[in-house]
């Protein structure tokens, strides 16, 4: 549906990889002489969402001309190649996540082919998609290059994966690999004076949508994204504490995702925890008791 002139949101299922219904990819569709689209979900979207759209709302496949990747992740760059074959659009991304393409991750059973980007983006390019001119802003974070999309005429940020409030509810928590990257993205985003911050999926507490919009809301939504970092290093501490004993990061993430409701604990919990006590040990809060299969962690005092 257009959620804003020129702008259609596509949403796709991310099952049976995810089954969970309150998690999607959202495509963002920027239409103007020449349409763009912001991420290509996973391999059957092509297919399954994005080429019937085209043709429902009378664009013709020859008219996408443009899919910039937000980052490398399997879940937004899985239909490039096949929207590339159809309508020969040009795929760019990040130079940091290109390697991503020529990995050939796979989504479930379905392969992303290898293949590369037509064009590697850096932050300050400023590239044409739909009826507007977007400013490329790294904020990494999540992936060395997660990238934002800034429009300043709408105050329109796509942003990806790269800013999570609290966390997708299927997740539990934000999901990033560098949480000192990740802090200098959010902050940059606070500075902007976005009134449409528009993500590859519903985060907390935006959970009926992948749109923000007001700028109150956005600045809400930015500042959990903030204090979620600095609330899970003292969660963490927290709950070293309270254990008594060295506990692994897995252990500590199935505790913060119960804390949540969720009944176990998944791989971007455990990962997140994992570069949190990283470091929280780099800071001397912290620190990693050798044992096997895996180490555990405990203050230091
Ligand atoms: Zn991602």
Redesign the pocket.
């Known amino acids: 549906m257009e959620i804003l002139p020129g702008i259609h949101e596509l949403r796709d299922t991310l099952a049976p990889v995810f089954p969970d219904p309150r998690i999607w990819t959202s495509v963002y569709l920027l239409v103007g002489e020449h349409c763009a689209v912001v991420d290509s979900a996973v391999p059957r979207s092509a297919d399954r969402l994005i080429l019937p759209y085209l043709a429902k709302v009378g664009i013709p496949a020859d008219r996408l001309r443009s899919i910039v990747n937000t980052?490398g992740?399997n879940?937004?760059v899985g239909s490039n190649v096949r929207l590339r074959e159809v309508c020969g659009a040009q795929i760019m991304l990040h130079e940091a996540d290109a390697h991503w393409l020529d990995e050939g991750h796979m989504f479930g059973d379905d392969q992303v082919p290898v293949h590369q980007p037509d064009r590697t983006l850096q932050a300050g390019d400023l590239i044409e998609l739909g009826a507007a001119t977007y400013e490329v802003l790294s904020l990494a974070g999540?992936?060395a290059g997660s990238l934002g999309l800034w429009d300043p005429q709408a105050r329109v940020l796509f942003c990806?994966?790269s800013l999570q409030g609290d966390g997708a509810v299927t997740a539990g928590l934000a999901?990033y690999l560098d949480p000192d990257a990740y802090l200098a993205s959010v902050e940059r985003a606070l500075a902007l004076g976005v009134e449409h911050l528009c993500t590859?999926h519903p985060y907390a507490p935006t959970t009926a949508s992948s749109h923000t919009h007001g700028a109150a809301e956005v600045r809400d939504f930015l500042e959990r994204s903030r204090d979620f970092v600095r609330n899970y290093d003292d969660e963490i501490v927290a709950t070293l504490a309270a254990a008594g004993e060295p506990q692994s990061a897995m252990r500590i993430a199935t505790v913060a995702c119960a804390r949540r409701g969720l009944p176990t604990s998944n791989f971007m919990a455990d990962r997140v925890t994992q570069v949190h006590l990283e470091r929280l040990a780099a800071h001397g809060t912290v620190r990693m008791v050798a044992a096997e299969p895996r180490p555990l962690w405990e203050v230091a005092s």
């Open positions: 980052h992740h879940d937004h999540h992936t990806g994966d999901f590859a």
